[in-house]
Nanobody
Framework: QVQLVQSGGGSVQAGDSLRLSCAAS??????MAWFRQAPGKERGFVAT????????YYAGSVKGRFTISRDHAKNTVYLQMNSLKPEDTAVYYC??????????????????WGQGTQVTVSS
C-alpha cells in the first residue's frame, strides 16, 4: 500500500521553529513537495525538491526561512521551518510525484498526498 504519513507540526509562537516529516511507504518517488492551505484559501505551493535532491524551489513567502530536504534511505522528506510567522498558519501537506523528477510547483504534478498536519503560529 502506497502512502505518505506526516508527523510534526503543532502550535508555536512567532519566531519559533518546527520540522515536518513525511515518510513514504510502498514505493519510491520522484519530485516531492510541501503545500499548505489556510482557512478559506486554496492549497498553495510551499517548497519542492527534485528526485535526486540537487534542486529545490521555494515560494517567495518562505524563501530563506524554510528548508526542504529528503533522505532516500528513509524514503522521507522534511520541511524545516524557522522564523515562523502568524501568516504561516495553515494545514501543511506533503506531496509525491511518480511522473516528474524535477522541481514541480503545481498540485497537478503530484500523485500522492499526506494526511495533512496543522501548524499554528501565534503572535
Amino acid at each position: 500500500q502506497v502512502q505518505l504519513v506526516q508527523s510534526g507540526g503543532g502550535s508555536v509562537q512567532a519566531g519559533d521553529s518546527l520540522r515536518l516529516s513525511c515518510a513514504a511507504s510502498g514505493r519510491t518517488f520522484s519530485a516531492m513537495a510541501w503545500f499548505r492551505q489556510a482557512p478559506g484559501k486554496e492549497r498553495g505551493f510551499v517548497a519542492t525538491i527534485s528526485r535526486n535532491g540537487d534542486s529545490t524551489y521555494y515560494a517567495g513567502s518562505v524563501k530563506g526561512r524554510f528548508t526542504i530536504s529528503r533522505d532516500h534511505a528513509k524514503n522521507t522528506v522534511y520541511l524545516q521551518m524557522n522564523s515562523l510567522k502568524p501568516e504561516d498558519t495553515a494545514v501543511y501537506y506533503c506531496a509525491a510525484s511518480t511522473r516528474f523528477a524535477g522541481v514541480m510547483l503545481t498540485t497537478g504534478a503530484y500523485d500522492y498526498w499526506g494526511q495533512g498536519t496543522q501548524v499554528t503560529v501565534s503572535s
